[in-house]
Structures are given as C-alpha cells and as structure tokens.
C-alpha cells in the first residue's frame, strides 16, 4: 500500500447521551486532518461537547450519485496523504447509516480503513433484550412495499434473534404485519429513544405490544427485537 495514502477512520459517535463516546474515538478525532459527516451541524454537538475543532466536510449518501460525488473528494483528500475521520449524526458508519459506498470504494483504492468501535442502536438493544438465541439476524428495516411479504415469512423461521429498526410513523403498521406472519405470544423488546433522557424498552408478546402501541402518537426511533423461532407450528402455517 503506498505510504502517501492517508487513513480513513471509521468512528462510532453516540446515539443519544452524549457520553457514549469512547476515549479512543475523541483522541482520533483530534487527531485527523477532516472529519467526514453526514450533518455538520449534527456532528458539531459532538465536537463542541469535546473541544474537538478539527475541520469537517459533508458525506451523504441519499442517492449513489452523490455518494460517488462526495465520495471522490475525500478519496482525492485520502491521496493526497490526509487522514480522515468517517462519522454519522448518530451510531456506527455502515450499519444502517450513511458509509459503505465510500468504504467500499476506498477499500478499492487500497488506502487503510481503520474502525473506531462504539455505539450502535441494534447492538445496544440487542444486549438489553435477554434472548439467547443460537443466531442474530440484523435487517436495518423491512422493506416497506415491494418484498415485504417475502421477507415476513422468511423469518418467521429463523431460529435466531432478529433485529430491525423502524420508525414512529410505521411501528403499529408493523406490529400488526408480525402478529398476521409470526405467533401472536412471541417474545418482543421494542427500544425507543436508546440511551436519551426518555428511553424506553417495553418487554412482551407481539399480541401485548399491537394493542400498547397501536393508534398511538409516537416520537422518535425504534429498535425491534424479536425472539427466535422455537419450533411451534404458526396459525397460518400449512
């Protein structure tokens, strides 16, 4: 790998409580030449929080135009030997969050990529949810038309936790789709507002959860975690 390369450095920020932050993540951050982010205003909170003034350009990825776009400015930047610091407003980079275009293509380009581990919404719900299935399945969200069904009965089967997220305009829509696809008494964690000031993690059956969160006026960001498939024919099974 030629040696003028800079690094590109992958960092987890919080996801809420502003603490969530390593001390590994804070000293790279100071350390780098830019730090890649999806909202720099987003970011700056952060960086005011640290005393962090290092230099900040915007990276989305909306379409993939303008991942390549945005892209290329710091793959240019990452050639001419600067290091950079990869962020999102909140979590880890790729994981549902804007980064794996870059990555990827920086990965092409054979320059370092270097990650910063720390918080991530469905690894934290994971963690809290108290299932102990053989297997995690992650799927950032259900697909919200095409393909959902397909989707719905592939795992209703696995015999693994599976993971989502979803938003507050959807989550009765959802619910409802599980308890049609999936048995109405599995176990359900639906996290809400992960590590902020009203954090919530309601415990039940997917029955207990339909009727709690149904025709509610609901804010901010859900994680589901539902139990693994445990063997027991489902209704609308043949």
Do not use: W
């Amino acid at each position: 790998m030629p040696s003028q390369f800079g690094k590109l450095f992958v960092i987890a920020t919080p996801i809420g409580n502003l603490e969530d932050i390593t001390l590994r993540a804070i000293r790279v951050l100071k350390e780098v030449d830019f730090i890649a982010c999806e909202d720099t205003r987003h970011t700056r909170i952060v960086l005011d929080k640290y005393s962090i003034n290092t230099p900040t350009i915007i990276y989305y990825e909306t379409t993939r135009e303008k991942a390549d776009k945005k892209g290329q400015k710091i793959i240019d930047l990452l050639s001419e030997g600067k290091d950079i610091a990869l962020v999102t407003d909140a979590g880890t980079p790729g994981i549902s969050d804007p980064g794996q275009f870059l990555i990827s293509k920086v990965i092409a380009r054979n320059i370092e990529v270097i990650p910063i581990p720390g918080p991530s919404a469905f690894v934290a719900a994971l963690s809290i949810s108290g299932f102990n299935d053989p297997a995690v399945h992650f799927v950032p969200f259900l697909p919200k038309k095409k393909g959902r069904q397909t989707m719905l009965n592939f795992l209703k089967n696995l015999e693994a936790t599976i993971v989502f997220y979803e938003s507050p305009q959807r989550i009765g829509k959802t619910l409802s789709d599980l308890s049609s696809f999936f048995e109405v008494e599995r176990s359900i964690v639906i996290c809400r507002e992960l590590t902020k000031i009203f954090e919530e993690a309601y415990r039940g059956t997917i029955a207990e959860a339909l009727e709690k969160f149904s025709g509610e006026s609901l804010k901010g960001e859900f994680v589901i975690v539902l139990k693994g498939y445990n063997g027991k024919k489902h209704k609308n099974q043949d």
